[in-house]
Every structure is written in structure tokens, then in C-alpha cells.
């Protein structure tokens, strides 16, 4: 046991250490001198996009997370399979995932500003960060400088999904050096966008193939969820595209802020998804969500230290990867 403790924290040591190489080699401003407009460009299309769509910013810090969480943030979750691969974005965890669009017409806009300059990981992480702003969060400075990486496949794809408990969930961030206050940081993100039915209906039904529904629901909480969700029919192959979606927070007046009102939710019994449900049932989980919907100003600042965390993972630099000319496909045509 104290091999394999040592073990882990060598793991852990690691990867500090190669997380903070790599963002030591990132800038803020990165781009001043080779595309000035860069950032001016991403912010006000992404002001045109929310305006049109609110849940935008939602779908991009899902997008973030989900290519950070593989192989590092290097944009391979952008990428489309191909006829000899398939890719990150058709792993079953992937399929919900959105903003693929405003990060091609990003991408499009700045390749006319400044060919072959910007990374699609940078523009990824640059949408995401505005669309932070948008949504009421603190706007941060972003260190850029990201390059794309050279490789997106489905068997690398292993992400903490909705039924994980907490302790899953915290050794899974481990895995890529952030810790238990920025898996409940983070989790605040559910204060916006949509959620499919299909991720939690079994709470609601069928929970731990009990039959019944999850004991953790608060009953009031449970028939609006049951209105929302139908008892699925398992005669009917499940469809993705004919799913129901219902917002991430029900109870909210504010479903499109990034705000605290995640968190009066899990303490009152009325999460969406198990994890966050989970929150409420350990005493340091529960007392970082009183502190979050008490002081949201400090929230605010710890989601943007967390995502300054996140955007870091596992980032090329110099001359790693490429800088993609499309960011659905690799610039090399033997992948």
C-alpha cells in the first residue's frame, strides 16, 4: 500500500511539473505582434453568437472540458473521423457535445486576418473564456500560445461521466493535477445550457436498478423531472436525436448566468445529475457550495482560476503539434 501511495503522489509530481513547464511557455497577449486583432476577433463573434444563443457559453465550457480532459487541451476533440480513424468526437461521452460551428466560423475569420497564426486550442479556449464573461463570470486573463495536437481518437476518450460519485470524480481530476475544489468549482457550470434526459433518467426510475427512484431527490424536485423525463421505453432502441433535454437548473431564474444558483440547488435536493447531488453528502463539498452561494463574487474568481487551471493541461508549445488550417481535420494527409 505505501509503494502504490508513493507511486501516485510520484504520478502527481509529475504532472505539476509538466503542467507548469508548459504553461510557462504560454503567454498572455501571445498573438499582439503576429495577429493584433486575434482576441478582438473571438470576443465579438462571440458576442454576435450569444446574442443569438445564450446557452452557447454552456455547450463551449462542455467542449473545453471534454478536450482538455484527453490527451491534454489541444483542440483534438475538434477533429472529424475519418475513413482510417475514428475520432475523440464520436465516443459515446462526445456525441451531446456543441459549438463545433463557432469555432469554424472563428477559425474562418482569422484565417483571413492572419493565415496560419492562431491555434485552434486557442481559439477553443479563447470562446470559452468570452463566453465566461458573457454569462456573468469574471473575464480573466488567458495565457495563449496552445498548439493542435496530431492526434484524436475514440479509445483515448475516457471521461468522469454524471453517475461518477465524488471520490471518482476526485481521482479522476487528479489524473490531470486539479483537485477536489476545482471539481466542485467547475460543477458550477451546470448553472447553465441543457441537460438530455438520458444522462439521469435511471435517478428518476430505476436507480441503482432498484426500481424506484433516487432517494436523494427531493419529492417536489422529482415529479417536475418526471414531467420532463417519461419513463423510457425499453422496447424502443434509445435515439439521441428524439430525447428530451430540460435546462441544468429547473428552479433557476437565471438558467443562462454562471452564478451560485447550482449550488442552492444541490443543498436543497434538487441537482440534476448524481455527482452534483453528491456534493451535498460530504462535509468539504458542502461547505465550499455554502460558501459559493454566500460569496459569489468569490466563485466567480475561483471558476476562473479553475479554468486558468484547466486550459493549461497537457498544452503544446514551440514547435509541438501544428497550428490547423481547419480545425476538423489535420494539416498532414497521412493521418
Not at 98 to 120: H, N, P, Q, T
Request: charged fraction near 20%; charge should be neutral; include cysteine.
Amino acid at each position: 500500500m505505501a509503494i502504490l501511495a508513493l507511486r501516485v503522489v510520484a504520478r502527481a509530481t509529475l504532472m505539476s511539473m509538466v503542467v507548469a513547464v508548459a504553461a510557462a511557455q504560454l503567454q498572455v497577449h501571445f498573438y499582439k505582434d503576429s495577429c493584433p486583432q486575434a482576441e478582438l476577433v473571438v470576443k465579438s463573434i462571440m458576442q454576435q453568437r450569444f446574442n443569438a444563443d445564450p446557452s452557447l457559453p454552456a455547450g463551449l465550457l462542455r467542449l473545453q472540458f471534454h478536450d482538455c480532459f484527453v490527451r491534454g487541451c489541444d483542440a483534438s476533440v475538434l477533429i472529424d473521423s475519418s475513413d482510417n480513424n475514428v475520432a475523440e468526437k464520436d465516443a459515446p461521452p462526445n456525441l451531446t457535445l456543441r459549438g463545433f460551428e463557432v469555432i469554424d466560423v472563428i477559425k474562418a475569420e482569422l484565417e483571413k486576418e492572419c493565415k496560419g497564426i492562431v491555434s485552434c486550442a486557442d481559439i477553443l479556449a479563447l470562446a470559452t473564456r468570452d463566453g465566461v464573461a458573457l454569462t456573468g463570470g469574471s473575464a480573466y486573463a488567458l495565457p495563449t500560445g496552445r498548439r493542435d495536437g496530431l492526434v484524436s481518437n475514440i479509445s483515448d476518450v475516457n471521461i468522469p461521466g454524471p453517475s461518477f460519485s465524488v471520490a471518482a470524480a476526485t481521482s479522476a481530476f487528479q489524473t490531470i493535477n486539479l483537485t477536489l475544489e476545482d471539481l466542485v468549482t467547475l460543477l458550477g457550470a451546470h448553472a447553465m445550457g441543457f441537460c438530455h434526459c438520458g444522462f439521469f433518467v435511471d435517478r428518476l426510475y430505476n436507480f441503482i436498478g432498484s426500481g424506484q427512484a433516487d432517494p436523494d431527490i427531493d419529492p417536489q424536485f422529482l415529479g417536475v423531472l418526471r414531467q420532463k423525463c417519461p419513463r423510457p421505453d425499453n422496447s424502443v432502441p434509445f435515439n439521441l436525436s428524439t430525447d428530451p433535454i430540460i435546462v441544468m437548473t429547473p428552479s433557476s431564474s437565471t438558467p443562462f448566468k454562471l452564478d451560485p444558483s447550482f449550488y442552492k440547488g444541490v443543498l436543497q435536493e434538487q441537482a440534476v445529475l448524481q455527482l452534483d447531488q453528491e456534493l451535498a453528502f460530504t462535509d468539504l463539498t458542502r461547505r465550499i457550495a455554502a460558501d459559493y452561494i454566500s460569496r459569489p463574487n468569490m466563485f466567480r474568481r475561483k471558476f476562473a482560476k479553475a479554468m486558468l487551471k484547466l486550459t493549461n493541461v497537457g498544452v503544446l508549445t514551440g514547435q509541438q503539434g501544428e497550428i490547423r488550417a481547419n480545425c476538423r481535420r489535420f494539416n498532414q494527409p497521412n493521418h
